[in-house]
């Protein structure tokens, strides 16, 4: 983030702004000659918006790890940024160490960005998590150091609901088993409890983004689909909603959990919803490892009360590839292992090339845009503001960015600081203890802002000041 130091060195390019070259993007119709007549009798130079950027981006620093994708390095390398890069996520002292001159950071589901961790970091600004999840980060502490959380909830949606799609099958005709069998030499042609999914009913607990793909999906298979949310939403197709989790279990026979981690989703299944389940129905978790019971789960199968299930995540999962999913971790591994009918993945519902790129990007994206221009429209633990962009001819001009805590008379103090200059616009919002302001202040130099920027600095619950240009 910018010190007085940095400001100081404004002055000698204080007006320089990179003029984009591409030409406006216009309808290829017979109107273009006239309407290109109209734009150039209306206007004497064309307006594009102002690109803003902090005081030097090639001061920025980004840390990415668990091997987050390159279209993400590709949006922060085209800024400027300095990058660091690692394939896998890091040991706590690592960690400390590397996060304590980063502005941002990238992570994806295993690296975990705690109270103990992040109280190191004295200048990050933000911090990216490259998945749906956001629970490996201490969103809380996160929010009080100024500290902006976003993620991406959309972009792996499809990758998810085609794996259970594939799952689904694979339960219902044992290849599983089949497979492993022919691995180690055995002929095993049995149709005996295997079903076609045609005609079948698919539970699906959270019809959110994933929730509603899959059902789309499982009704091109000839599925009948109900669904259980907390919330009343619309369904897609002819899939029915049902008024409790219950109602879905004794319907269903295969139910599909897609649900966030959160303390009302802890063992949302466990021996009590494992019994309510139609005998020989079959379970699927790629939500979260927290919402499955396992040892009731182990149980289930061994008594043969469920005919199969599929398990993508875990309470606690290996930090890094290798033979680390072990009873040392999980206790039951080896139990939950040697069942029969039983997928177990290595948490990959979204790890494909395809979710993997638009999630590079979209985060990629969002990180860019909040550190070059002070949007937070996304943000998980944060207000969300944004303002329109400066224009070209808008020369001399500051974005000033104000995060404090949400108590009275913030905003006198601050707008007495502001109110000696022209203050073009200005948004102001809050969330829980934390707020956040974003004003765009014109006519002002180098000394203007260096003297905007410490009696900010100086305000009694100011958490932090950024100012861009």
Not at 34 to 57: D, E, I
Not at 223 to 245: F, P
Not at 399 to 410: A, D, E, K, S, T
Request: charged fraction near 20%; include cysteine.
């Amino acid at each position: 983030m910018a010190s007085p130091q940095d400001i100081k060195q404004l002055s000698s390019g204080f007006n320089a702004v990179g003029l984009s070259t591409s030409p406006g993007v216009v309808s290829a119709s017979p109107n273009d000659s006239y309407l290109s007549q109209v734009r150039q009798r209306s206007f004497s130079a064309a307006k594009h918006a102002k690109p803003l950027k902090p005081f030097s981006t090639g001061d920025i620093k980004i840390l990415l790890l668990e091997n987050v994708n390159e279209t993400a390095r590709e949006i922060f390398a085209e800024q400027g940024y300095q990058v660091e890069f690692h394939k896998s996520s890091l040991p706590e002292d690592e960690l400390i160490e590397k996060i304590k001159d980063v502005h941002a950071i990238g992570i994806r589901s295993k690296t975990k960005l705690t109270e103990k961790v992040l109280k190191h970091a004295k200048n990050l600004i933000i911090i990216g998590c490259f998945c749906i999840g956001t629970n490996q980060v201490d969103l809380e502490y996160a929010a009080k150091s100024g500290v902006a959380v976003f993620n991406s909830p959309f972009s792996n949606s499809r990758s998810v609901a085609e794996l259970v799609i594939a799952e689904i099958i694979t339960l219902a005709r044992q290849l599983g088993d089949r497979s492993l069998e022919m691995h180690t030499g055995t002929w095993n042609k049995v149709s005996n409890k295997c079903w076609e999914i045609r005609g079948k009913t698919l539970g699906i607990v959270g019809y959110g983004h994933i929730g509603s793909q899959l059902s789309v999906l499982a009704e091109a298979f000839g599925m009948n689909v109900i669904y259980y949310d907390v919330l009343m939403i619309m369904a897609l197709g002819s899939a029915k909603q049902v008024r409790t989790l219950n109602d879905l279990l004794a319907q269903a026979d295969f139910v599909t959990l897609h649900v966030p981690e959160n303390p009302e989703t802890k063992n949302l299944i466990s021996s009590p919803q494992l019994a309510a389940m139609k005998d020989g129905a079959y379970l699927i978790n790629a939500s979260r490892g927290t919402v499955v019971d396992i040892p009731a789960l182990v149980e289930a199968m061994k008594l043969g009360k469920l005919a199969g299930a599929a398990l993508d995540v875990y309470p606690q999962e290996p930090g890094k590839n290798g033979p680390n999913f072990t009873n040392e971790l999980n206790s039951w591994a080896t139990e939950l292992t040697s069942l029969r009918n039983i997928i177990l993945t290595p948490h990959i519902g979204g790890s494909t090339e395809e979710a993997q790129s638009a999630i590079g990007i979209e985060v990629g994206t969002a990180l860019t845009k909040y550190i070059n221009e002070g949007t937070s429209t996304g943000a998980v633990n944060f207000p969300e503001v944004a303002l329109r962009a400066l224009d070209l001819d808008q020369e001399n001009s500051v974005r000033v960015l104000y995060i404090h805590q949400n108590v009275p008379g913030v905003l006198k103090t601050v707008n007495n600081i502001l109110g000696n200059h022209n203050i073009e616009k200005q948004f102001s919002d809050s969330r829980g203890d934390i707020a956040y302001l974003m004003a765009d202040i014109s006519d002002v130099d180098a000394s203007d802002i260096k003297s905007l920027y410490e009696q900010l600095e100086h305000t009694p619950y100011k958490i932090v000041t950024r100012l861009l240009y």
